[in-house]
């Protein structure tokens, strides 16, 4: 009996009122909603026709529907599906090349018997808030390492980003207990094998999160290639330097299309310009959007793997 009555004590101190919880719930779904209706509302407007957006601007409920911004964008054809191409295998190389960076230079910052780790520290955090420049990076990578027209172009510069650093080190240093790491070392483990077959494995939320936004970062990139891929080079263009390419195009024509004939003027001036902003942005996000729920489980696990310790 006593153990009945504690535990019914437990639940009325846990438990949340019934107008609390309907209140929350309302709170959940307006935040839901905030996040949701403006990616329908882009699939909307990449559908509407370009004479509902200049009429009534841009509306869930056009006047009129079309998917005229979807065939100019197909038009590119070939050139189309190779940018796909090379975003994909761009994001995917980097994306394993920069966690090896990470892994290695992060798990070394984490260990308190490394010799050298005030200094490394010290060198990410000082890169961290000073740069370069872009004159010198543009010097070093094109010039001093000869890298353009290439995937490496693309994939190098991007190789390690020095905040991802300090938050895997940090991972390291909350989720791998110290006493794990000595136990393997008595066993006789070796660095290497310790670190991929012991301190990865438990590490995974935090490692795959620096993946997730790694990847986010290499697939959203189009400067990058914008400085190193040169125009007559068609085949290492990525999808996001494409579609910033045909966009311009599209409102260049646009504007300057009173200065063609008659005819041609009419039919430049209805461009889907409007539209293909969003079929851009449904061309870009939809991949990443399907990516998101293999990396959800880990992201979750990586926030909240501090209160199920503690």
Request: proline letters at 5%.
């Amino acid at each position: 009996m006593a153990e009945i009555a504690l535990n019914q004590k437990r639940r009325r101190i846990n438990a949340v009122s019934i107008p609390a919880e309907v209140a929350i719930n309302i709170v959940m779904i307006l935040f839901c909603a905030l996040c949701i209706v403006p990616f329908i509302l882009v699939i909307i407007i990449s559908f509407s026709a370009e004479d509902s957006i200049r009429a009534i601007g841009y509306s869930f409920l056009p006047q009129a529907w079309s998917v005229a911004a979807y065939e100019y964008a197909f038009k590119l054809g070939d050139a189309l599906w190779r940018s796909y191409f090379n975003s994909f295998y761009i994001t995917v190389l980097g994306t394993i090349l920069s966690l090896i960076v990470y892994i290695l230079y992060s798990y070394a910052l984490s260990r308190k018997d490394f010799k050298y780790r005030n200094l490394f520290t010290f060198i990410n955090f000082f890169v961290m808030l000073f740069g370069g420049g872009l004159v010198p990076t543009y010097c070093v990578t094109k010039q001093l390492l000869g890298l353009s027209d290439s995937y490496w172009a693309i994939i190098i510069p991007m190789l390690l980003n020095p905040f991802n650093v300090i938050v895997l080190r940090t991972f390291f240093q909350s989720s791998v207990p110290d006493e794990l790491i000595e136990a393997a070392s008595i066993d006789g483990s070796g660095e290497y094998n310790t670190l991929f077959k012991i301190v990865v494995p438990v590490a995974k939320p935090g490692i795959a999160t620096i993946g997730l936004l790694t990847a986010i970062a290499y697939w959203n990139e189009w400067f990058i290639p914008k400085l190193y891929i040169s125009a007559s080079d068609k085949l290492h263009v990525p999808l996001q330097y494409l579609l910033m390419k045909m966009q311009a195009d599209a409102e260049y024509i646009a504007k300057n299309s009173a200065a063609m004939g008659a005819e041609a003027g009419m039919a430049m001036m209805n461009l889907p310009t409007q539209s293909l902003r969003m079929v851009l942005v449904v061309l870009v996000v939809f991949p990443i959007a399907c990516a998101y729920p293999f990396f959800q489980r880990y992201i979750i696990s990586g926030l909240t793997i501090g209160s199920v310790k503690g």
